[in-house]
């Protein structure tokens, strides 16, 4: 535990719990939060998370919380914290077990009272076209020397082999590939998990959306994204499947036997670490690069699924482009300036997307001038957000914002005396048709479960992380 006493409200946006809190804290932990969103966090043992994540060893700036932290394995899911590169740490616990779950946009020319009336007989035609549900396997099978060079190419090994358009990796974090990965670390039960499911969305919060565009905040940046009011959009959730959990389970059960060999100790086993540049660290992050590739290959698959669909049902002529596709469970090695000193460090992003400002030369030509599209999904009855990074966000949080509004309530407390036809009558009275493999799809993913979103992207526009640009709204969705 740790002394809340401690606890310092810095402004309307921002609360602080020094390292004086414990003796054991390396580095001050700040949270971004209103009074409402506090209230909520103060529920769960996500604020004593976050101080352990102080403790590891070479945490450089503060250890982070988004406004959507919930408790999660080591991390708070929500959290972020960076090691320095040289002496500093690499934590399974601060990637997560679905290596690169991401969000990815993509638009059509189509509009909302285009696609309405036909909502229905869409969903069905993604429901058959996209594999949902734990343990679903794609339409594809990639296995053996092919598998180990998509984990090691990415979205790029899909469109070449006719799964895509090679602009959509122009709209890619990393266009879709990450440098350092290492197939030969990702295990052969690892790869027996992934092979079948390049091309699926996999169960829990995974989801495919139809969307359409119900404000746009700044017309400028509405003209740079190319979105407009009312025109539809989808937005595909999704990760590295099974290959990802099994690349997180190996290498934490790897980490939390060497930790004796480096001297480390910490006061959550599930934080288990290693030095960064030590075999097991390096074996991690070439693994974990494969993982993240493989959930962007995943992602990429779907895009030309969802291409399909549209085009069997409107034509040709509804070109689907993609916006922008975003990790939000990754580790990665980034320059920033800390204390005045520009350094290398690993930034664990956990539940917690990169938000880079405008100028930055990461982020496509296209959006430079604006700054990198940041996709913060909501629950499947409310909204999901575009907003876009803003320089404080460099300052402060390491280019860092949150990735969603954040769980409320468990999975098994949200199915607790719910009724399936009545939470599908609500979302259908909202003009949202639900298509689920299962029952618990739906009711473990109950809008009350989560966090109000638009209170949530306040917190990070006031605070001067991202800036509002687009709000979206659900008319139908997939489920797993």
Known sequence: MFDASHIQRLDDYRYLIPKASRSDMRSNVVVYANKKLWAAILKDQSLEQAV???????????????????????FPIGGVAATDYKTGVVSPGGVGFDINCGVRLLA???????????????????FRDVPCGAGKESLIRVSGRDLDRLLEEGATWMVEHGYGEPADLEYAEERGCMKGADANQVS?????????????????????????VDKVFDAELGTTLGLSENQIV??????????????????????????????IALPDRQLACVPIHSPEGQAYLGAMNAAA???????????????EAIHRLFGKDAAVRVVY?????????????????????????????????????????????IGQPVLIPGSM??????????PKAMDETFGSVCHGAGRMMSRTAAKKGRDINEVRAQLERKGIYVKSQTRDGILEEIPEAYKDVDEVVEVVHQAGLARKAVRLVPIGVLKG
């Open 234 to 263: 989808v937005l595909i959730h999704t990760g590295s499947r099974g290959l990802g959990h099994q690349v997180c389970t190996d290498y934490l059960a790897q980490m939390g036997a060497a930790m004796k060999k480096y001297n």
């Open 381 to 390: 009855g409310t909204a999901s957000w575009v907003l876009v990074g803003a």
């Open 188 to 212: 052969a039960r690892a790869k027996h998990r992934g092979g079948p499911q390049a091309g699926s969305l996999g169960s829990g919060n995974h989801f495919l959306e139809i969307q359409y």
């Open 52 to 74: 352990n994540v102080a403790t590891l060893p070479g945490i450089v700036g503060n250890s982070l919380a988004m406004p959507d932290i919930h408790q999660g394995y080591g």
């Open 293 to 307: 590739n493989f959930a962007w290959a995943n992602r990429q698959t779907i895009t030309h699924f969802v291409r």
């Open 325 to 369: 596709d975003i990790a939000h469970n990754m580790a990665k090695r980034e320059r920033h300036t800390v204390e005045g000193n520009e350094k290398d460090v690993l930034v664990h992003r956990k539940g917690a997307t990169r938000a880079f400002p405008p100028g930055h030369p990461e982020i496509p030509a296209r959006y430079r001038s």
């Open 108 to 126: 059509s020319p189509l509009t909302k009272e285009q696609v309405q009336p036909r909502i229905q007989e869409l969903v069905n035609q993604l």
